[in-house]
């Protein structure tokens, strides 16, 4: 099995994804979508960009490796009759089965970041994006204060360390990575823009509850766990994420969660 899908197949994303509708709508309403578009969402999920992208009249394909997710999201757009939605399994790493030049706008928000081979991720997106076409890639950066990356950053002290070569998902936050990466794929780096942005995470219940869904839903923080509690410190992690969760909401309820966090946004004009 590649590890890499097993990780994203493990639990159930959708959970989370329920939390980050909003924030989806609120960044596919700026990405100039138009009737017609031709938009590729890479590691979409089950759709939190891809199905408001389609609202908009994009004609839009979404592209997952885990295939509980491909499922998820072709239910959602079928549920809304968008006909103009559609979700399959594929690797970001090695898009295959789509030709060259097909689309006029890649989206990936915190999707293709999680593909291994980062440079053959960038030059997959560039191939399949026509000449005068836009990526445009929602990333978590390394070392931030808020929520994501400090539960990666968590999570990552009580794992086993990485296979040999193994190259951090967070890279694609550091603008430098970014530029080396597209560079290599032939994209200019005048050619490319970052903007730091916020998304917003919203759950009706407590943040402690919301950890909770973490903790049975989310691959990566699954994975976490297991390991900690293998090594008798699975109470030490579980207090260090609560005490993270319950100090980032800036709900004034507290039996509400609204969690901002902080990602880079990346334009590549190709
Ligand atoms: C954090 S989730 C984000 C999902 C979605 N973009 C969203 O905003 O809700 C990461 C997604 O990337 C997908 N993914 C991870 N590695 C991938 C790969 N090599 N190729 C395609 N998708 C991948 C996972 O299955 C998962 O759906």
């Not at 509708?21 to 609120?26: A, D, K």
């Not at 970014?178 to 994209?187: E, I, Q, Y």
């Amino acid at each position: 099995m590649n590890p890499n899908k097993e990780l994203w197949e493990k639990g159930d994303f959708t959970r989370i994804a329920e939390t980050m509708r909003r924030s989806g709508e609120v960044l596919v309403a700026d990405l100039g979508i138009t009737e017609g578009m031709k938009v590729l969402d890479l590691g979409c999920g089950d759709g939190t960009t891809a199905v408001p992208a389609a609202r908009l009249g994009a004609d839009v394909l979404g592209v997952d490796i885990a295939a509980n997710l491909v499922l998820a999201g072709n239910r959602r757009a079928e549920a809304e009759g968008l006909a103009n939605c559609r979700f399959q399994e594929g690797d970001a790493s090695d898009l295959r089965d789509l030709t060259d030049d097909s689309f006029d706008l890649v989206v990936t928000i915190f999707g293709a970041m999680f593909a291994p081979k980062p440079h053959d991720v960038a030059k997959e997106m560039v191939r399949v994006t026509r000449p005068g076409g836009r990526i445009v890639m929602g990333n978590w950066i390394p070392g931030d204060p808020t929520l994501v990356a400090q539960i990666l950053k968590i999570s990552g002290a009580y794992s086993p360390p990485p296979p040999e070569g193994f190259v951090s998902p967070m890279t694609w936050g550091v603008e430098h990575d970014v530029l080396d990466r597209f560079g290599k794929a032939g994209v200019a780096p005048e050619r490319i823009s970052f903007e730091r942005r916020t998304y917003t995470f919203e759950h009706p219940a407590a943040p402690a509850e919301f950890l909770s869904t973490f903790r049975v839903s989310y691959g990566p923080t699954m994975n976490a766990y297991a390991a900690a509690e293998a090594s008798g410190r699975g109470d030490a992690l579980h207090k260090e994420l609560e005490d993270l969760f319950v100090s980032e909401n800036a709900s004034e309820d507290p039996e509400s969660t609204s969690i901002p966090a902080m990602y880079l946004q990346v334009m590549v004009a190709v």
